[in-house]
């Protein structure tokens, strides 16, 4: 037999296998069957018979298992498996697709019809994991609809159906979106009013969502191709782009846009007029009345401007004049401003806006009108108006420069620099006008008459506006990059160098690119650099620095060492010393350049050149660590001349840059000076100033000898303690030194700065344990000197109290430090909860009250303790803000806290108790949102709650008794009450409940006593802001409206108690009433408010019976309060 028998046998149910075989021969390429050329030779009847047989065997495959059963037997046993029964039906497909390629006329397809009906029913269901039979399925239908054969519809339907899903879900979809495009015209046999379409047009509307499909070429050919399926769909697409824009990027919006100009161009009749009025039309309203701060109004903006790109075509120039027409000069003289700048905006992007079929000289006219009215614009009484109108004037001076008048040209570059670059109104018109320049100057017509202009504009260089200021340096660099005119006849150098001397880094970074190429000119020799070195120095020495400090960005590190070179020469020749003359006239390749620079005796230059080598040497530092061979030759270079200099150059001011120098460099260069630091340090009077110190240090940490001047610091601390018997406990080694007293307050001054700057502190935390832990025990020790300071006892040969103070402060400092740096253990956390326990014990006792002859100097006593405890607080409030404080710790300190505020003067901490408790506070709270709730965090911020309430009831006791001495330490603790209430509204709802009742409790007292002192009903006063309260009372209540949040946990404590019925009597609704007032008069919370004065309202309705009996301050307390409520609330 016959391949085309065999194969035509093999298609029934009793020889599925059979068939199956031939299928896999068909799809193995090594083998020579194939399916489509078996057909193909079959005469018309055995073509007709297997499709009759197919049919059979699909009918009977799909009876036995139907297609919605295949996904749930997969998971189970049963008597058909799903797989070979999809393979059977993808057999079938295949042939049937095979069957429509060698279809011909005359054959009569009714099984294959049957067939197709039949796979029509399984592409809806197919699993999942059966992706290739619906893709199969799919290519048959995509056949079908292409021979048009009957029922294409249906089948052209389900194809593009199918498409469109897979297109939107897979990821790499472009196949699908290719597919789409092909079977476009399905869509013309579909009705767009029926709901049985209603799936696909919402797959449609999808597509306009999918970046892919946008950016896809095809998917762009079939967006556009939507436009002009049914006149009905335009505005759903339009609308689902406007929902869409504000999620898409500028690149995806530029396709938009390009989707919205196609579909425009391609139209015609009924589907154009559509498109103008309903898409182009709307995006030019909304380009114009949506608010500037709205997400897509850039992007409406875009896509209308992307057909002002397109005037060159005749259509557009008309298009864009009729849609205009109705809107835009309406919009130009709108009532508001933002209306008016989106409108002069679009004006100047589209112009000119003129009918293109009418004649030269009306189009003239209208072009004139229209340069008129944006003269006017310049006139604009809004400055935003007058930005736009800036902005517009300069792209239409750069693209019509040619085609104006020369006097209309004038007219606008005048108003532009002569009166709008001076505008006193409105920094941001200045600012515009220079920003806008920059446009102009790129059409170089412009360049003669904006020569004779610019000038004009020197002194916008010291506008008070630091943005106008740049962007006229802007302005500066264009003319120079462009070579429109030479920038320092428009703003002379002595004010560019003024300039640069004083301003921000925005400003002077821009005029060092302007004036870099004038003082470094990279073409020249070194010399010539080294000159023109001398002569920015002469000219403003101030202005020189500040230049070498941005050369860095404009060169490459090598040109800055032959900079630095060259200047060493030059001074050379100021120190005139033999063993130099060889060096200067050698024949290198460094000194080829010819003889020195002379300086003469010129002191200030010279400094100034040793500032400037400073300054050089410090921007390349990072260059030089890469380049050893460069950094060693340039220290040898400066480390054999360094000593001459520090014996030539003695001023004051030389020698700072000097010692700079010296600290760049290696001690061995610089031996003599190296030799004589340490002894420098030592002989300074204790009341040095930093200027006097502050190099030194700073060299001798860059030399790795911090150790050296950390062991003299630790010596002096120590020195002047009193000591316990005659011997030193203290062993160090012998060496020979110059004797010093000790100085301990200089040795304070050293370390202050050491740990105030992080090279020197890094240096010194490197050094390890032992000289960092004999240093903090020196400084634990101050405290018997302190002890000594309180009893009053101490010896007039110890040291001063302000010392001592200093140092215990810098033992708690330390301990920081050292306990950050400690690997492991918490032994400094220790040492402070020793000092706090050393703060309870020694210090609290002092925190009284004194009265009898003692008294003065009790009094002094107590001050020293109240600065002693501030002081350690101030240490643990830093601790806990970087995040060293554990649990323990905290814990410690608010024990601490509560021993001073039961101090007969305590209160006189609670500023610095409110800084530690806000600390404590944000501990537990990050420790909760990072761990989650804990019980040891719910207990310490209730011990945070309880100390709160003290401090409310001895700030309240403190007004009562001293109200002048009150009020003072009211105002001084406003920032801890603020800061702490706005981290107490983070907390959990019960231990918040606990600090606003508190607050609240407090203000309804004050309130409820001030009703209750009135005697006569004029007295009655209903407070209009917080000033006319009660002295704490106005504090607390300014503190909370300073954040809407606490104000908000504020009101929630409030309406919990009203509810809770704890206030019933008619004062205390009345006082409530009063805060309500205030508050809604700062016009804070206006829900949360309202919700409040309902619950007030319902307490209140309790008290309108009696208050009728009652005498007449209670009625006119009564009659206040509803008036307040009614405020409130609105009625």
Not at 138 to 144: G, I, K, P, S, V
Not at 298 to 313: D, E, G, L, P
Not at 1006 to 1031: F, G, N
Request: net charge negative.
């Amino acid at each position: 037999m016959s391949k085309r028998e065999l194969f035509l046998e093999a298609a029934c149910k009793e020889k599925v296998e059979e068939f199956l075989r031939f299928i896999r021969l068909h799809k193995d390429k090594a083998e020579p069957f194939d399916v489509e050329e078996v057909v193909q030779e079959m005469p018309r009847d055995q073509r007709e018979a297997l499709w009759g047989k197919l049919e059979l065997l699909l009918r009977s495959i799909l009876l036995d298992l139907p297609p919605d059963c295949w996904e749930k037997d997969m998971n189970q046993d049963s008597a058909s498996d799903p797989k070979h029964v999809m393979a059977v039906v993808d057999g079938v497909t295949l042939v049937a697709t095979v069957s429509l390629k060698v279809l011909q006329d005359g054959d009569t397809y009714s099984a294959l019809l049957e067939i197709a009906h039949m796979l029509h029913e399984v592409l809806v269901s197919p699993p999942v994991s059966e992706m290739p039979l619906q893709v199969h399925i799919q290519l048959l239908f995509e056949a079908w609809w292409k021979k048009g054969l009957t029922e294409k519809e249906k089948f052209g339907h389900a194809a593009i159906l199918t498409s469109l899903q897979k297109s939107i879900t897979l990821k790499k979809p472009g196949v699908e979106i290719q597919r789409v495009w092909s079977l476009h015209d399905v869509l013309l046999s579909l009705d767009y009013t029926s709901e049985d379409n209603k799936q696909i047009i919402d797959l449609l509307l999808q597509c306009f969502h999918h970046p892919t499909f946008i950016r896809n070429d095809d998917g762009k050919r079939f967006l556009v191709f939507l436009f002009s399926w049914n006149i009905e769909f335009i505005w759903d697409i339009h609308g689902t782009i406007k929902n869409q824009l504000e999620f898409f990027n500028k690149s995806i919006v530029t396709h938009i846009a390009e989707i919205y100009f196609r579909a425009w161009k391609k139209a015609t009749g009924d589907f154009l007029k559509k498109i103008e009025s309903t898409c182009i039309q709307d995006l030019m309203q909304n380009a114009i009345l949506l608010h500037r701060a709205s997400p897509v109004h850039a992007k409406v903006r875009q896509i209308v401007s992307y057909f002002h790109t397109k005037k060159n075509c005749h259509s557009v120039v008309k298009m864009l004049y009729d849609l205009y027409k109705p809107i835009l000069w309406k919009a130009l003289s709108a009532p508001n401003f933002e209306v008016r700048a989106n409108a002069t905006l679009i004006f100047t992007d589209a112009f000119p806006v003129h009918d293109p079929d009418q004649n030269t000289k009306n189009i003239d006219m209208n072009i004139q009108k229209q340069l008129d009215t944006l003269m006017g614009l310049l006139y604009d009484p809004h400055p935003t108006v007058r930005s736009s109108a800036i902005l517009g004037v300069c792209k239409i001076l750069l693209k019509f420069w040619e085609l104006l008048p020369p006097t209309i040209i004038t007219d606008f570059l005048k108003k532009l620099v002569m009166e709008l670059a001076a505008d006193i109104s409105s920094p941001d018109i200045r600012c515009s006008v220079f920003k806008c320049l920059t446009i102009v100057l790129d059409n170089p017509l412009s360049h003669p008459l904006l020569e004779k202009l610019l000038p004009s504009l020197k002194y916008s260089l010291h506008d008070n506006s630091e943005k106008v200021r740049t962007a006229f340096l802007d302005v500066l660099i264009k003319v120079k990059a462009v070579r429109a005119a030479k920038f320092w006849n428009i703003c002379n150098m002595d004010h560019l160098l003024a300039r640069l001397a004083i301003d921000s880094h925005s400003v002077s970074r821009r005029i060092v690119e302007l004036l870099f190429k004038s003082f470094l000119p990279i073409n020249e020799s070194e010399k010539e650099w080294c000159n023109r070195c001398v002569t920015l120095i002469q000219m403003n020495p101030m202005a020189a620095r500040k230049f070498y400090q941005y050369t860095h960005k404009h060169t490459t590190p090598t040109n800055i060492i032959k900079l630095m070179l060259a200047i060493r020469r030059a001074l050379n020749g100021c120190i005139q010393v033999d063993c130099d003359v060889t060096e200067i006239n050698d024949s290198n390749k460094e000194n080829g350049e010819g003889g020195s620079i002379t300086l003469g005796q010129d002191m200030a230059v010279v400094s100034s050149l040793l500032e400037v080598v400073v300054i050089l040497w410090r921007s390349i530092k990072e260059s030089l660590k890469q380049n050893k061979e460069a950094h060693k030759y340039i220290v040898a270079k400066f480390g054999n001349v360094m000593s001459k200099y520090f014996q030539a150059f003695e001023d004051e001011r030389s020698t700072v840059p000097l010692i700079q120098l010296a600290s760049f460099m290696s001690p061995a260069a610089v031996p003599t000076f190296s030799c004589g630091i340490l002894s420098r340090l030592r002989r300074l009077d204790s009341g040095a100033v930093p200027t006097q110190y502050s190099q030194l240090l700073d060299c001798i940490c860059s030399w790795d000898q911090a150790a050296d001047i950390l062991e003299l610091v630790t010596d002096w601390l120590t020195e002047p303690l009193p000591k316990k018997g005659d011997k030193m406990t203290v062993s160090r080694k012998v060496r020979i030194q110059e004797t010093v007293e000790a100085k301990p307050d200089l040795a304070l001054a050293y370390l202050d700065y050491l740990f105030s700057h992080t090279s020197t502190r890094e240096k010194v935390l490197a050094l390890g344990q032992r000289p960092l832990k004999e240093l903090h025990t020196a400084l634990g020790n101050w405290k018997s000197v302190l002890y000594s300071h309180l009893s009053s006892t101490e010896d007039p040969g110890h040291p001063s109290m302000e010392t001592a103070l200093q140092a215990f402060m810098y033992h708690g400092r330390l301990g920081a430090h050292l306990q950050h740096n400690s690997t492991d253990g918490r032994d400094y956390l220790l040492s402070l909860e020793h000092v706090a326990a050393w703060v309870a014990d020694r210090v609290l006792p002092f925190l009284t009250k004194h009265i009898g002859d003692d008294a003065e100097d009790l009094d002094k006593s107590q001050q020293l303790a109240t600065q002693i405890s501030e002081s350690f607080l101030s240490i643990c409030h830093d601790i806990l803000l970087v995040g060293l404080g554990d649990e323990t710790f905290r814990n410690q300190i608010l024990h601490l806290c509560s021993l001073i505020l039961l101090s007969e003067a305590g209160y006189l901490c609670i500023p610095a108790v409110l800084q530690v408790l806000k600390e404590v506070a944000n501990c537990c709270v990050l420790e909760e949102e990072n761990q989650g709730q804990n019980d040891g965090a719910s207990v310490t911020l209730a011990s945070v709650s309880s100390i709160f309430q003290k401090i409310i009831e001895l700030l309240a006791r403190c007004l009562k008794k001293q109200p002048e001495e009150g009020k003072q330490l009211c105002q001084s603790a406003v920032p801890g009450l603020t800061d702490f209430l706005r981290v107490a509204q983070t907390w959990d709802r019960a231990l918040l409940s606990g600090v606003f009742s508190t607050v609240f409790a407090i203000i309804i007292v004050e309130m409820r006593h001030v009703l209750q002192k009135i005697t006569h009903p004029e007295e009655l006063i209903t407070p209009q802001s917080v000033e006319d309260m009660p002295t704490l009372s106005s504090i607390l209540l300014s503190v909370m409206l300073k954040s809407p949040s606490v104000t908000k946990s504020f009101l929630t404590e409030v309406s919990s108690s009203l509810d809770s019925e704890a206030l019933n009597s008619l004062n205390e609704l009345a006082a409530v009433l009063r805060v309500l007032v205030v508050i809604k008069r700062a016009g804070q919370c206006k829900a949360g408010l309202k919700s409040t004065a309902v619950s007030v309202q319902q307490q209140l309705c309790k008290h309108t019976v009696s208050s009728v009996d009652s005498n007449d301050i209670q009625r006119v307390i009564y009659e206040s309060s509803v008036t307040s409520l009614n405020e409130i609330l609105q009625l």
